[in-house]
């Protein structure tokens, strides 16, 4: 649970750190120099977007298809034991070393390319474990073998997921012959001989991936920083979580949103909803083991859509759907029960909950009471006359900010106001000419220095807003390359390099330390 003095920290998708040596994509191993940046200018906590292994074809970090492994692209490809020394360059061909000097170049992430390129690398190093430790069976290998025995629970059905997928061209398991999609035990203990060496590749690389993420974990405390991620409500319908666990999931049901002021006929997200029967029955151990991975990999982590463990949004088809639970009692107790079992599984981290939108009274308080913070974003705290709630009394238990990765960053916030909500944010921040838009520098460190003097334990602020960006990380409601591809201005090692943007980090130094934020 957050306490103690009041922190700040950056909220950072993985993908858009940039490094000298990356290969057009933020690594694992860059998330300890990240943190020592950020600890130098004052900020105490660094929060991730998921990091788990995505189909082919995704980006979003909400399409992963596993709960649970992390994505080969972010492997930090230089620290990997099982290559020598010019593999990369025999494997990747002079083409392929122009290539990746052209991703590293580029101001945006190229999935497929940056996925292609590293892929070929992996499939070599792997080569060469195969050789000289697995066959010759190795302390190596047998580390394997403990790390797969250790994550059975995720990593065997995993592995086995994507050899599978690989042998049917890409598609979804629901596509799979009958015996595979359902799971036949003899037809996978004949799949898990056929498809061996790509199982075992697929538990190499989450090995792998591992070790970088445990390594980098420990890196970024060691400098005093807290590495913070997200936990996504469920998983897709395609993921190996819900080939390996249907029982869990309503496959036959969608998950989405009721009907409301923006659409009369509510969303259909057109992701299974939990089978809430079937998870109590095995007293919500898949969903307590989801929050203890989350620990493992973070010392806090965001609950997606917190609102759905007291009630999912099912619909079936096209027809308006229901709550599930129906009646309000009953939610606001399976609420309570799932998220302390949660918290339970996840000490000591802190868990963190996305309460925004339409949420019942009632869940606050529980979440409250669970000690679980809540989120206060500016420009939609309000008071009943509709103007501004004045971030000082906000409660302490919450996590103040401007924007979520789902939201235009401070700037571009400003220039989409209302003007009544523009003009009640600025009597906030004593700025009596930002009426207007677009802000200039003293208008901006006003508004930070308002969202900074929250008597929330923990303020967030947007990588994009740290270096004064309108970039938006996600635009809901569309597809594109502009979503999910941002990428920093500049190398980490080159950043305080540049003049402004030396500038920017400083002047959030000096914010920080103003508000005692900066520990």
């Not at 399409?63 to 020598?84: K, Q, S, V």
């Not at 799979?176 to 590749?201: C, H, N, Q, S, Y």
Request: aromatic share 8%; proline share 6%.
């Amino acid at each position: 649970m957050l306490s103690g003095s009041k922190i700040a920290g950056v909220t950072l998708p993985l993908f858009s750190l940039r490094s000298e040596h990356d290969w057009g994509i933020g690594e694992i191993g860059d998330l300890p120099a990240c943190a020592a940046l950020l600890r130098r200018h004052g900020f105490s906590v660094m929060q991730l977007l998921p990091p788990h292994e995505l189909a082919r074809g995704e980006t979003s970090p909400y399409g992963a298809r596993t709960g649970f492994g992390l994505d080969p692209i972010y492997a930090t490809i230089e620290a990997l034991p099982d290559l020598t020394h010019g593999d990369v360059e025999r494997t990747l061909g002079d083409a392929g070393m122009h290539e990746r000097s052209e991703l590293r170049a580029l101001g945006h992430v190229d999935y497929a390319r940056v996925r292609e390129l590293k892929m070929r690398v992996l499939e070599a190093a792997f080569r060469n474990f195969d050789e000289r430790e697995w066959k010759r069976h190795t302390h190596r290998a047998a580390e394997l073998r403990a790390f797969a025995a250790r994550e059975e629970l995720w990593e065997n059905d995993l592995a086995l997921y994507v050899a599978l997928r690989e042998e049917h061209q890409g598609r979804g398991w629901s596509t799979w012959p009958t015996p595979e999609r359902a799971r036949d035990p003899a037809t996978l203990d004949e799949a898990r001989v056929r498809l061996a060496d790509r199982v075992r590749f697929h538990q190499w690389l989450q090995w792998q991936l591992f070790l970088q993420w445990d390594a980098a974990r420990e890196g970024t405390l060691r400098v005093g920083v807290k590495l913070f991620g997200d936990l996504p409500f469920v998983v897709g319908r395609e993921s190996a979580d819900v080939w390996a666990c249907s029982r869990l999931f309503r496959t036959d049901l969608d998950l989405g949103a009721p009907p409301d002021e923006f659409s009369d006929v509510g969303q259909s997200w057109g992701l299974p909803p939990y089978d809430w029967a079937t998870l109590a029955a095995e007293q919500h151990a898949w969903l307590r083991a989801r929050a203890a991975h989350a620990a493992r990999l973070y010392h806090g982590f965001r609950v997606d859509h917190a609102v759905g463990y007291f009630r999912q949004y099912v619909r079936k088809g096209a027809a308006l759907g229901e709550f599930d639970p129906k009646l309000e009692a009953d939610q606001e107790a399976h609420g309570r029960v799932v998220l302390r079992a949660m918290c339970e599984a996840a000490r000591p981290a802190d868990m963190i909950a996305e309460d925004l939108g339409v949420i019942p009274a009632f869940v606050r308080q529980t979440l409250g009471s669970l000690g679980m913070a809540g989120y206060k974003i500016l420009p939609w705290e309000k008071e009943k006359d509709q103007t501004m709630r004045d971030p000082t009394q906000f409660p302490e238990l919450s996590v103040a900010s401007y924007s979520t990765h789902d939201t235009p960053p401070l700037l571009a916030f400003w220039d989409e106001l209302p003007a009544h909500d523009r003009t009640s944010l600025a009597a906030l921040a004593n700025l009596s000419n930002a009426h207007g838009a677009p802000l200039d520098d003293e208008q901006e460190r006003a508004l930070l220095r308002l969202l900074l003097s929250a008597r929330s334990a923990l303020a967030m602020v947007l990588v994009t807003e740290v270096f004064g960006e309108r970039t938006r990380i996600n635009t809901p409601g569309t597809v594109g390359p502009h979503n999910w591809t941002y990428r920093l201005p500049a190398p980490l090692e080159k950043l305080e390099d540049n003049a402004r943007l030396r500038g920017r980090l400083e002047t959030f130094g000096t914010l920080l330390r103003e508000a005692a934020r900066s520990p």
